[in-house]
Structures are given as C-alpha cells and as structure tokens.
C-alpha cells in the first residue's frame, strides 16, 4: 500500500498547488469573489491551510462581507485574526469594540495599521499620528500608503507645521502619488492658504488621471476624482465663490460616486451654500442619518451634519423634531454653543423669551470660556429690549474678544449712546494698553486710528494729537493721521499746524475743475470733503451673529 499512498499523496500536493495558482492569479487581477470560492475549495479538504485561511479573511473584506467574516473567525486554526477582526468591526461603525479587540502589548505591524485608522475615525489623531511615525520609524514602513495616511493624521490633529516638515522630506511621492498630493492640499486648506491647497489638487487632479486614464473608462475616472472635486468645491466655497462650488458639487452628486462619504460631503456643503428650499435641505441632509453614510463618516463630519440638520428643522419650523435632536446635541456636546444657540432661538421663535434668555445664561455660567457666541446673543437681546448698560457689561465681560478692535469699536458706539464720552474714551485708552505697541500689530494701528478719530471728534484735540503722532512714528506716508493732525494743531496752535500741513502731499489739480460749483460750496462742505476715512476699522451698531450653516471638510 506504501507506493499508491505516496502517489495519493503527490497527486493532492499537485491539486493543491494548482488551486494556489490560481488563487494568485485572482488576487493580482482583484478577483476577489472567485478568489474566495477558491480559497474555500483548498479549506474544505485542508482545513489548516493558513495561507489560504489569510486568502479568505482578505476576500470577505475586500467583498464587503465584514459580518460574514466575523462568523468564520472563530476557529481552532492557530493563526492570528485580531487584525481582521478589528478591522471588520471598525467598518461596521463599531470603533471602541476594534480597539478592544487589538492586543495591548506587542502588537504586530498589521494590527498597528488597523488600530491607526480606528482611531483616525475615532478623531483620536494624534494617537493615529504617533502609530503612523512608529511604523515608519521604528518598523521602517515606509509605504506609500503609510507615509499618505501620516500626512492626514498629522493634519487632522493641528500639526501644521510637522506635517509640512515631513512633506518636505517625502518630496518624491509629490510626483508619483495622487494621493498624498490630496492629503498635502488638506495641510494647506487647514492652515488657511487656499492658493497652495488649490494648487496640490490641481496636482493630484493629474496624477490620478495620468494613473487610470488608460484602463478606466471616464464614469469610473470621475468616480475616483469625486474626493478631489469636492475638495476643490470646498476652497471655493470658503473663498466666497458659492456659484461655481454649487456647479461642482451639483455634477458630482450627479455621478453618484461609489464613496458615500463624498456625496455626504457634497449634500451637506451644497446646504451650507444656502440655495436649497427649506424642505430641500431638511430632505437632502436627512438622507445623510441612513446607516451606510454614519459608518462612512468620520466623528467630525456626523458633528458638522448633525448640527447642520437640527439648523434645517429649526428654519422649517418644525419646532417639536428640532427640540428633540437641540436637546440630544446638548447632551452629546455639552460644551458647544451651537445645540443652545439652537434651543434659544427655538424659544426665542415661540415667543418665550426669558426662558430663551434663562437657557443662554445658564450655558454662559456653566462654559464660560466657550460661550463667546452665547455672551453676544445676550448683549444683543439686552439692545434690543433698550438695555444698553447691560449690553455694555456683557461685552466688557468677554475677555477673549474685549480687546479685539470690532468690540472696542462696539462698546465706544455704545457708550456714545447713553452719552458717556468718558466711558468711550476708557475703552480706548484701555484697549491701547492692553495690546503691545508693535508697528506690524495690526489691531493696535486700528485702535490707535480709533482713539484719535475718536478724541479729534469729541474736540479732545491735545490726546488726538498724541494719537495722531504715534500714527505717523509707524508709519510717516500715512496721509490720513497728518491730516488730522494738522487739523487738530489748527484748533490750538496754527504756527504747528502749518508746519505739518508742510508736509502734507502736494495734489495736481484736475483739468475738468467746475469753478462755479466750487464757488457755491460753503465752508462746512469743505471740512466735509477733507476728513479722510478710518482704514479698516469697522464701526458695529449692532451685536450678534449671522448664524451660518457649518461646511464639512473633505477628509
């Protein structure tokens, strides 16, 4: 029996490596479906085969399957399936239970990669970052993919300038990979440079097509530069151009991408533009809550479409669904304003005006460092009952904003209003000592304008002049401060001010004079015509808000 034994023995090694053959040849073609009925095939008569145990997890993964892969795992085979495990439950929404499920003490290469993402979803990014660095660092990783993803977790955790610094020392994968192209745009969108963001689409726009350009057709080439499209939709949204972003995001909800996470992006910044109906936003950001969209989402962006949606309800008065989903906001974000602000206009909107105002005040008293928008609400119901005073303390109770320029220039006005000349000089005169005296600092140059303008207006000319002369210490071309100045010297010592008049820019007249219109002016108009405007002061009558839909970030 020893002989046809053997032979049984060589003729399933032959099968077997046959089915392994082709279990290659599927897996490089990305077959994965017939790759996993192969792949069952080797399993059902070796049951311990662990390369293609692997082959299988990998398959239902690729397929989707991620339940159908949570009941194979559980087996007696010997071979490590936390990475796989961890990874389905974190694709089916369940991030805490994937990090519980990893190993807390050496864990493997793979099991380091899944954990990084999960806390990426789980807005955990510097722990994501330090993974990402550990791999590329201390395992020597330093794949495409790992380096991309660094780039995005060093973004989305506010380290702008260690990410850059990385950037530049991965120059290379700038010219090869779309990818991290796309991730180098966000670092420069969450900075604020829209221009260099802009440009790195532009980037990633061309390597992505130069990549698939042969073997896509264009419905699946636009398919995978819908992320890229609304990125770019995204910067021009926030530059201000809302029409063309609304073109951008209309043709890619159009395509209906294959990333649900993108078309969410796109719904909900097509909201935020502000040219849907009421019942069209409601609906369009509505569809966002259905369970494929929430597990495609990270935390940030549910946030953001949360937020937006309740807005939505609230703008179609349908008063008793916005206060349910106000109520549950406040209690998931109990330290955002947005949920209360929400809540009191709601009251504000039925009439229930001190209990909207009781609602503001108790979230003011319990986040005070978080209530900025709250505090302002409140000075802007105080005005518009007549209670200057009291808006008045409210803003003067505002440390982070009290010094800003815009809120100096608010209570001034105030001030003016009940006739407190005084009180309205304080404010100035407090607002220059609280700021350093830099020429580069462009709120103190603005206050400074103000104190002056201000006293020369109230005929304090001796402090206007003081004001006026630091002006021109900052800058000597500053043609509106000499003016002043030398109208402020004319009203308590013409010899100064002809000096500094002196200096004032001499002006070719125009040919086109009207002699007879000049004539006709009377010395008011002429004082009129000659003051010159603040720069970039801006005067605010009235406080409050504009309340604006949130944009959500391509992530």
Do not use: W
């Not at 779309?178 to 440079?193: I, P, Q, S, T």
């Not at 494929?292 to 008063?319: G, P, R, T």
């Not at 400074?448 to 402090?463: G, M, P, S, T, V």
């Amino acid at each position: 029996f020893g002989p046809v034994i053997s032979n049984h023995l060589a003729m399933a090694e032959l099968k077997l490596d046959a089915l392994y053959s082709k279990l290659d040849e599927l897996g490089k073609r990305k077959e994965y479906s017939q790759a996993l009925v192969v792949a069952d095939q080797i399993l059902s008569s070796q049951v311990n085969e662990k390369e293609a145990f692997i082959c299988k997890c990998i398959c239902l993964l690729k397929e989707g399957k991620f339940e159908d892969l949570l009941k194979f795992l559980p087996t007696t085979l010997e071979v490590s399936t936390l990475a796989y495990k961890a990874y389905a439950l974190y694709r089916l929404g369940q991030g805490e239970e994937a990090l519980n499920s990893l190993p807390k003490t050496k864990p493997s290469t793979l099991e380091l990669q899944v954990q990084a993402q999960v806390l990426y979803r789980l807005n955990e990014f510097s722990k994501c970052a330090e993974i990402y660095t550990r791999l590329c660092e201390e395992f020597k990783l330093n794949s495409e993919e790992i380096r991309t993803n660094l780039v995005a977790a060093l973004t989305a955790s506010g380290k702008l300038s260690q990410c850059l610094d990385y950037v530049s020392r991965n120059k290379e994968l700038l010219t090869s990979s779309y990818e991290f192209n796309y991730n180098v745009a966000c670092c420069y969108l969450a900075k604020g440079d829209f221009n260099t963001a802009e440009k790195y689409l532009v980037d990633s726009e061309k390597l992505c097509r130069e990549l698939f350009s042969e073997d896509y057709t264009e419905s699946e080439l636009q398919d995978e530069l819908a992320v890229i499209n609304v990125q770019m939709a995204t910067i021009k949204q926030l530059r201000g151009d809302d029409q063309a972003a609304n073109v951008i995001y209309e043709v890619v909800l159009k395509n209906n991408p294959s990333d649900v996470s993108v078309s969410a992006v796109a719904s909900n910044n097509l909201v935020a533009i502000g040219t849907q109906t009421k019942m069209q936003a409601s609906r369009k950001l509505k569809h966002l809550f259905s369970d494929q969209v929430q597990k495609k989402l990270s935390q940030s962006q549910k946030k953001s479409i949360d937020f937006n949606y309740c807005l939505s309800l609230l703008e179609a008065n349908k008063f008793e669904l916005c206060r349910t989903m106000a109520d549950s906001l406040q209690k998931r974000y109990p330290d955002d304003e947005l949920p209360v602000l929400i809540l009191a206009s709601l009251q504000f909107k039925e009439k229930l005006i001190d209990q909207a105002r009781i609602t503001l005040q108790n979230f003011a008293a319990s986040y005070p460092s978080s209530s900025v928008t709250v505090q302002l609400t409140l000075a802007q119901m105080d005005l518009q009952q007549g209670n200057v005073k009291l808006a008045i303390s409210m803003l003067e109770s505002i440390d982070s904003i009290r010094n800003k320029p815009a809120t100096i220039a608010a209570l001034v006005d105030l001030y003016e209003q009940i006739d407190d000349i005084d009180g309205a000089i304080a404010i100035l005169d407090k607002g220059l000592e609280n700021l350093p005296e830099k020429s580069e600092d462009k709120s103190y140059v603005q206050i400074l304008r103000k104190n002056a303008d201000f006293k020369f207006k109230c005929k304090h000319y001796q402090e206007a002049i003081k004001m006026y002369t630091k002006l021109l210490e900052i800058n000597r071309k500053d043609a509106a401060a000499l003016s002043h100045l030398v109208m402020a010297y004319s009203f308590i010592d013409p010899n100064q001010a002809a000096q500094y008049a002196s200096r004032l820019p001499k002006l070719d007249p125009p040919d086109d004079i009207d002699t007879d219109a000049l004539e006709n002016l009377n010395m008011r108009s002429i004082q009129r015509y000659l003051l010159i405007p603040n720069d970039g002061f801006q005067n605010t009558n009235e406080l409050g808000i504009k309340r604006k839909t949130e944009r959500v970030k391509s992530s």
